[in-house]
């Protein structure tokens, strides 16, 4: 199993890691999204309030996390048209991604279309599958070949790149001529900075009609749940319906305790604006200092991440960084387009972030 992987890629960097680490005032590590900001007490209260509950949850997620995600939809992102049973909470979205081809049955005779610069786990899940990938943003690329999945990431990690809602419909339809699924990875869909982020499940894309469309949503990023391990889809009833049988024969469950935190959270949109609030200073900072020491910066009008680059090798730029004791992560993680980038990551304290902007202006 482990041949059909590739190396992980934050096992690369050791090197830099403890560079980064020599630093006399600290390491500052941006190179992973990590939330370091405290969890809202009212998401820890509900997790609390079940915790005594011994019985088995239900895969398919209570009543009431499947109303509140399709409320937050409605009420964050103007998506309509979800109903509850459209909803289906997951053990995180890495870990969806990662299964979601086996899931539905794809295999070696099926193509997986994955972004050229791409989260490494849209590849991952496609080889554990034994499905074949092509990276490709224009979909001219594939010529007569017809995909069974099709993965979109808007707003992009690693680069921030916010795909408009023309893109995103004539995704939507040459999927649909050719019978393919459109998986959109949202989880940073509320972290927009300079351009607003449309959903897949949104009225001037999809036109209303769900039909092979699932909608990825994390609640790691604005509401710091990374370790509760939360996230959910949405979409296509049927297509829910299907990887909802698997799961229950999979055991795929979300923890009770998890699910009525989840609610608490989709439900309070006070704490997801603060948090979304920090994130913006924070961006604001380092963006600057990133530009200030010699850096273009590309895209990243969206999302955790600062996409930068000098015109030089990804691994130079991130040889540079950890001299100042800063760790970030080389661009090729996420393809051969990202060779010459690095991402930098906003995930980190106020008092590391000015750390970090105090040695790039130096």
């Known amino acids: 199993m482990s041949e059909r992987l590739p190396v992980f890629p934050w096992d690369t960097i050791a090197e830099a890691k403890a560079s980064a680490t020599a630093h006399p005032h600290g390491i500052v590590d941006l190179s992973v999204g990590t939330p370091v900001d405290p969890v809202a007490p009212v998401v820890r209260d509900a997790l609390a309030s079940v915790s005594e509950q011994a019985?088995?949850?239900t895969t398919a997620g209570t009543p009431a996390l499947r109303t509140a995600a399709a409320a937050a939809l409605r009420r964050r992102y103007g998506i309509t048209g979800v109903a509850d049973d459209a909803v289906l909470p997951v053990i995180g979205t890495k870990e969806v991604i990662a299964w979601l081809p086996t899931l539905l049955a794809l295999g070696s005779d099926d193509l997986v279309v994955v972004p050229e610069l791409a989260y490494p786990t849209y590849e991952?899940?496609?080889?554990?599958?034994?499905a074949r990938t092509l990276r490709a943003d224009g979909l001219t690329r594939l010529g007569p070949e017809n995909p069974a999945l099709i993965y979109v990431n808007s707003p992009s990690n690693p680069s921030g790149r916010v795909l408009g809602a023309a893109h995103l419909r004539k995704v939507v339809e040459f999927a649909r001529e050719r019978d393919a699924v459109v998986v959109s990875d949202e989880?940073?869909?509320g972290l927009s900075w300079d351009a607003p982020a449309v959903s897949i499940?949104?009225?001037?894309?999809?036109?209303?009609?769900h039909t092979g469309l699932l909608a990825v949503h994390s609640l790691s990023k604005t509401s710091n749940?990374?370790?509760?391990?939360?996230?959910?889809?949405?979409?296509?009833?049927?297509?829910?319906?299907?990887?909802?049988?698997?799961?229950?024969?999979?055991?795929?469950?979300?923890?009770?305790?998890?699910?009525?935190?989840?609610?608490?959270?989709?439900?309070d949109d006070e704490h997801e604006s603060e948090q979304r609030e920090r994130?913006?200073?924070?961006?604001?900072?380092?963006?600057a200092a990133v530009t200030a020491a010699g850096?273009?910066?590309?895209?990243?009008?969206?999302?955790?991440?600062?996409?930068?680059?000098?015109?030089?090798?990804?691994r130079t730029s991130a040889a540079w960084f950890a001299e100042r004791g800063i760790l970030v992560a080389p661009g090729e993680f996420y393809g051969p387009d990202g060779e010459q980038h690095v991402r930098i990551a906003l995930t980190a304290t106020d008092e590391r972030i000015a750390a970090a902007v105090a040695r790039l202006t130096v």
């Open 124 to 130: 991952v899940g496609a080889r554990l599958a034994g």
């Open 187 to 189: 989880c940073y869909l």
């Open 225 to 267: 749940l990374a370790s509760y391990r939360a996230g959910f889809v949405a979409g296509d009833a049927s297509l829910v319906a299907e990887l909802l049988a698997v799961r229950k024969h999979a055991g795929m469950m979300v923890p009770l305790p998890v699910q009525a935190a989840m609610t608490a959270a989709l439900t």
């Open 201 to 209: 499940l949104a009225d001037e894309v999809s036109g209303g009609d």
């Open 295 to 314: 850096f273009r910066i590309d895209h990243s009008e969206a999302g955790l991440y600062v996409w930068a680059t000098r015109g030089e090798s990804g």
């Open 279 to 287: 994130y913006r200073a924070r961006r604001t900072a380092l963006a």
């Open 55 to 57: 019985g088995y949850p």
